[in-house]
T-cell receptor, first 114, second 110 residues
Framework: DAMVIQNPRYQVTQFGKPVTLSCSQTLNHNVMYWYQQKSSQAPKLLFHYYDKDFNNEADTPDNFQSRRPNTSFCFLDIRSPGLGDAAMYLC?????????????FGPGTRLTVL | SQKIEQNSEALNIQEGKTATLTCNYTNYSPAYLQWYRQDPGRGPVFLLLIRENEKEKRKERLKVTFDTTLKQSLFHITASQPADSATYLCALYSWGKLQFGAGTQVVVTP
């Protein structure tokens, strides 16, 4: 089945220790998104790629970076995680950035910062 | 500022009844509104999209209404089942991105 896969599902890191979360998709979609979701809050868009074009949200901290080496894969790098970065990180894809295109989400990576 | 408001209190409902959820928004003029379902520890799953010129949209036991005058969407689950227990998120497009509400948790008891 075509899908969005995130690894790992659970990640524990230490304060200040860099961490990388990965996302892969078999949908061959052009757009890939990273969202941060804290408990009982709305998913918050961090950035997205349309093909190789990177789009950063204005309020995304510089601590968060992303790479998309090819169509299928996208990575979220957190350079120096703080306690406030503990959250669920969701990867999503869509065929285009059209408002009518559905976003398909992965299962998420739960990040714990000690 | 733009806001999407959903009831933060869980909706507890008996199996077989209709669950009705509300999504209110301010300072948006969306042409489309979406609803997603999110299970604990999982990513959201798309359910329905409704356009501003559609007053109502149905999919199986789900019904969505969209009132651009009231700036409100209602989401109904008819003949609810325990398997419908989840958090339901509404989402609007603004400035080229999808913005989500925090969601309302629905708990359906047998």
């Amino acid at each position: 089945d075509a899908m969005v896969i995130q690894n790992p599902r659970y990640q524990v890191t230490q304060f200040g220790k860099p961490v990388t979360l990965s996302c892969s998709q078999t949908l061959n979609h052009n757009v890939m998104y990273w969202y941060q979701q804290k408990s009982s809050q709305a998913p918050k868009l961090l950035f997205h790629y349309y093909d190789k074009d990177f789009n950063n949200e204005a309020d995304t901290p510089d601590n968060f970076q992303s790479r998309r080496p090819n169509t299928s894969f996208c990575f979220l790098d957190i350079r120096s995680p703080g306690l406030g970065d503990a959250a669920m990180y969701l990867c999503a894809t869509s065929r285009t950035s059209s408002v009518t295109d559905t976003q398909y989400f992965g299962p998420g990576t739960r990040l714990t910062v000690l | 500022s733009q806001k999407i408001e959903q009831n933060s209190e869980a909706l507890n409902i008996q199996e077989g009844k209709t669950a009705t959820l509300t999504c209110n928004y301010t300072n948006y003029s969306p042409a489309y509104l979406q609803w997603y379902r999110q299970d604990p520890g999982r990513g959201p799953v798309f359910l329905l999209l409704i356009r501003e010129n559609e007053k109502e949209k149905r999919k199986e036991r789900l019904k969505v209404t969209f009132d651009t005058t009231l700036k409100q969407s209602l989401f109904h689950i008819t003949a609810s089942q325990p398997a419908d227990s989840a958090t339901y998120l509404c989402a609007l497009y603004s400035w080229g991105k999808l913005q989500f509400g925090a969601g309302t948790q629905v708990v359906v008891t047998p």
